[in-house]
């Protein structure tokens, strides 16, 4: 199995792109007063390679003449990440951060020759996994460089090892969420780790961006998932995690989880895995509001009985049938839907489903059924496309997420949706979910629409900065699992404190004194 290269100005595969449905197009006209049609530049036009004859020669030499690519779709499809500002930039032909070129390196010693080459010749690297950043992590500064190679890991896609009897395996970075899962069920296991970009998101990105799947509540976030890191950094191989846990100083797999290529190379990861679950069950609950399912949640949480998967849309999501992106604008319900998902052996499933089941109706739940969670699942991984349809008529959509503790979940929710609602003006709908669930507190992630101005860039990043304000001044963190990137650092910066940025400065000139590994992405 090998997953689609991705279109490049949208989301996903190309072949399954989507018109905007009719009931959704209907929502549209009815909110913000009819669809205006704005596609996207056909040119494509990239600034010349910067790098000269002779580098081009020499990073030849060490992946081989056919591995180094500096046609114009090449670059182009290396060029930023997915957020919807990286997609409007590329449907306004905008590629001035396209790389010189791309490098496939296939192995670790390669990837070690790169850095190398890189250090001796002044070009930035950036490390490209799936390129779904949402967070401008793929968009290295290109000043005080020779040029910008773009690190593509796609050639690193070996399944190294299965251990049956720890329950672990070692993957190369460059194997996406499918092509992981594929060879891991050969073996009878699975990571458990779908986030929605799974299905062209890497194994690598996953670990440098400390990514969170939708059944994290069961299966716990990819960091908590990883035993052990190989990287490759400028200063040698590094190579943390040698026991399932220890008190061996500092936890330095924690420093390389997040480092989002600025620290270093991941170019193998160990991960706990599971059996391939004999059952999956997804069932829908009704809440009279957000607040009441919030609390049914932290009970949940706190008893020790989450489910595998469990998310919360709030009255606006609920109304618009966000959690079913296929029936998105038909009539939705009142009140606030919880999505429920049991995952395992077929006693474990109906145990904990009973237990669930006791908890959540004893709190005042409404059970909706089987097919809810069904819809849920299926159209899962389907409302990025729809982000494009959107697009191409004049709406501009974009998620953001956060996380904080359940007794400040209130004036987070309220403090994100003013924000956001007073920078971006009528008409606007703003909707959240809670998508991740602990026992201290919760992850909040918002889907924001409005109406295109002749600027959506700048509109965007007015709203964004505005939310991001509101994070802080709620003491609640920058991102909860789409990562720092370029976008996040001013807010991370306060999160972190002077300190913290210190720390991480210094990691950085240790491991990377030249500065050539994704410059501008992750450190203050
Ligand atoms: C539609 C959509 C839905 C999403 N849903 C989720 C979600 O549910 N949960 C979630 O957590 N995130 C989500 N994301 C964000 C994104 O998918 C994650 O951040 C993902 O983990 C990135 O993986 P990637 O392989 O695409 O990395 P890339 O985008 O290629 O890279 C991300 C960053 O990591 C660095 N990097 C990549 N590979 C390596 C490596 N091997 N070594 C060192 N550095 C590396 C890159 O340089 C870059 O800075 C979503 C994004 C989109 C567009």
């Known amino acids: 199995m090998t997953s689609p290269e991705m279109h490049p100005q949208r989301w996903g595969d190309p072949a399954r792109a989507t018109a905007l449905p009719d009931a959704a197009a209907g929502l549209i006209e009815l909110a913000f007063g009819g669809l205006d049609d704005r596609p996207a530049v056909s040119s494509v036009e990239l600034p010349p390679v910067g790098l000269d004859a002779d580098q081009l020669a020499t990073v030849r030499r060490i992946v081989g003449d056919e591995h180094v690519l500096t046609g114009d779709e090449d670059r182009r499809l290396r060029t930023r990440g997915k957020s919807t500002p990286d997609l ?154 040698s026991a399932p846990a220890n008190a061996a100083g500092p936890d330095l797999r924690q420093l390389m989880l997040g480092s989002e290529g600025a620290f270093g190379v991941i170019t193998a990861v160990t991960v706990r895995v599971r059996r391939v679950p004999a059952e999956k069950v997804y069932e829908g609950w009704r809440w009279p509001s957000f607040l009441d399912g919030a609390a049914a949640m932290r009970t949940l949480a706190q008893a020790g009985l989450l489910p595998t998967v469990i998310r919360l849309s709030d009255e606006s999501e609920t109304a618009i049938n966000l959690a079913r992106p296929d029936e998105i604008g038909a009539e939705g319900a009142a009140g606030c839907l919880m999505i ?89 709908m703003v909707l959240c979910h809670i998508s991740h669930v602990y026992e201290t507190g919760c992850s909040l992630y918002f889907t924001v629409a409005t109406k295109e101005g002749e600027q959506p860039v700048e509109q965007w990043l007015a709203a964004k900065a505005a939310a991001s304000d509101a994070m802080m001044a709620a003491g609640a963190t920058i991102t909860h699992h789409h990562a720092v990137g370029t976008d996040h650092k001013q807010w991370f910066a306060t999160e972190i404190g002077p300190v913290g940025v210190n720390i991480l400065r210094a990691v950085k000139a240790e491991l990377d004194p030249t500065g050539i590994l994704n410059p501008g992405v992750l450190i203050p």
């Open 88 to 241: 409007l930039r590329a449907r306004a032909g905008d590629l001035t951060d396209a790389p010189d070129a791309v490098v496939r390196p296939a192995t670790h010693d390669e990837v070690a020759d790169l850095l190398r080459f890189c250090q001796e010749h002044e070009v930035a690297l950036v490390p490209f996994g799936g390129g779904t950043s949402v967070t401008g992590g793929l968009v290295a500064r290109r000043e005080g460089y020779a040029g910008v190679l773009s690190l593509d890991l796609v050639r690193m896609k070996r399944l190294v090892d299965v251990d049956p009897v720890s329950m672990t395996a070692t993957l190369e970075p460059g194997l996406r969420g499918p092509e992981a899962e594929a060879l891991l069920a050969e073996h009878g296991v699975t990571i458990g780790h779908f986030p929605q970009s799974f299905e062209f998101a890497s194994i690598g990105g996953f670990a440098a961006t400390r990514s969170s799947g939708q059944s994290s509540a069961g299966y716990g976030r990819f960091d908590a998932l990883v035993v052990r890191l190989t990287v490759a950094t400028p200063q040698g191989t590094l190579q943390v995690g």
């Open 340 to 428: 429920t998902g049991f995952e395992g052996e077929p006693e474990a499933v109906a145990a904990k489903r009973a237990a669930v089941t006791a908890v959540l109706t004893g709190l005042g739940g409404t059970p909706a059924g089987e097919e809810v969670g069904q819809a849920w699942a299926h159209g899962r991984f389907n409302a990025p496309y729809l982000r494009d349809s959107l697009l191409d008529v004049g709406v501009l959509v974009e998620t953001l997420e956060t996380a904080t503790f359940w007794s400040n979940l209130q004036a987070l929710y309220d403090g994100v949706k003013t924000a956001l609602e007073t920078t971006l003006g009528d008409p606007t």
